[in-house]
């Protein structure tokens, strides 16, 4: 396909998007029980659902047929800023998170701990935008996106004019990772147009990111400004500092940023890894890291308790995480024979353990070869097996990825796959495919297995000596 169709197709799909969000939106008086069948029946629900999946649809096209034959950055920046135009003054897009966000702030700005009361015990003035579940539950995000709330709560003071500020914020750390990725992109030997269209055109991007106005904007793009500036000026005290501040906000938004920083530290060291070398350059980005993490939690006034709000994410069961879907598969099979117990502990504490060793083996590989490649790896890891996936958790390892993979393939098709996961107004379609979704996913986890265990076995045997 041409370029400049790709980019006139993917427009035409924002639009189409756009035409969603007005319809069928997450509006603040939304139905908070939706179901598919219930959308399609509402008013203009099969136009709604139509525009969502073909705009969807045409912007994925789009942006996977030019993945690698981008003509230029400037070409890819000026087509994502065209794709981004029409999701930018839309009403919420697949989640009602914003408001979520807006009655944490509230929660902050009146002098309550979110981090040890849900947003009910004020209560938000908005409390009735916010899903049921998450009304009682702490603030699973770090100590300056809480800080960040409670500015935008208390500059406007209400949840509109707060909604505008949040998506200000994602534009921002949107526009950021624009800014560096280009540079990271380069350093690690991967053209920085094909990086900058990887990253910010796919639809993920558009729904989740700004219109969604997810603060995984903003703390992807401090991730990438920090990477970016520890790979452009390793072994030096100064740079490396800032970069490992910048990682620490990262960090400070959301705690899963905290992946990369080990990474970092190794991309920070001039010359062979040594333990000396690791101490003498990546100490200084550890530093810089702890200092911020530290110091915005401080200006809260809150303590560490927002460690606590990361149980959270266990209230959500969806097969679209590998370890719950095994423990669906397992409780379905095990049910015809009169068992009727919980697996899902069992499976999620073995995604948790397996992932703790997948983290130290990309570090340990990546001592001595593209430390920021296995850093998006291990984000990428990250988020296979943690207990709960949500589609704009991708976003993660795909900024990363865009600018250090060769192959771009296999994290491409995870993001086009994930734009399909949420309807307009945020209906979640795993919870109504669980049972053949779950069975899917724990047959895909298999075959990865195994498969990982046959590399693993042809890497150990010798090779046939002639």
Known sequence: MPHHLARW????????LAVAAFLGGAFPDGDLRPTPVSIWQGPYGPLIIASWAVGTGAMAYAWWTLRDRVPSTRWALVTV?????????TPPLGSRDVYAYACQGASFSAGLNPYE??????PCPWL???SYIWRDTSAPYGPLFVLLA????????????????FRLLAVVGVGLTAACLPALARRCGVPGGRA??????SPLIGVHLVSGAHNDALMVGLLVAGLAVVVSRPGRPGPLLGGGVLLGL??????????VVPFAALAAIVGAYSIRALVRDGGWVVGGAVAAVVGATLATGLGFGWVTGLEQGGLVIAWTSPPTAVGQTVAYLAAPFGWHGDPLPATRGIGMAALALVLLWLWWRARTREPIWHAGLALAATVALAPLFHPWYWTWPLAVLAATARRTEWFAVVAIVSSFLVLADGTGLARYTKTVGAPLMTLFVIVVVVRLVRSARAARRPAAVD
């Open 9 to 16: 197709i993917g427009l035409a799909g924002s639009t189409l």
């Open 81 to 89: 800023g065209l794709w981004l135009l029409p999701l930018l003054l």
């Open 117 to 122: 009361q849900g947003v009910s015990a004020l």
């Open 128 to 130: 009735d935008t916010i």
């Open 150 to 165: 409670g500015a935008v709560v208390k500059a406007t003071g209400s949840l509109y004019g707060s909604i505008v500020l």
């Open 196 to 201: 900058v269209w990887l990253a910010l055109g």
């Open 250 to 259: 990262a960090v400070a938004i959301k705690v899963t940023a905290l992946v």
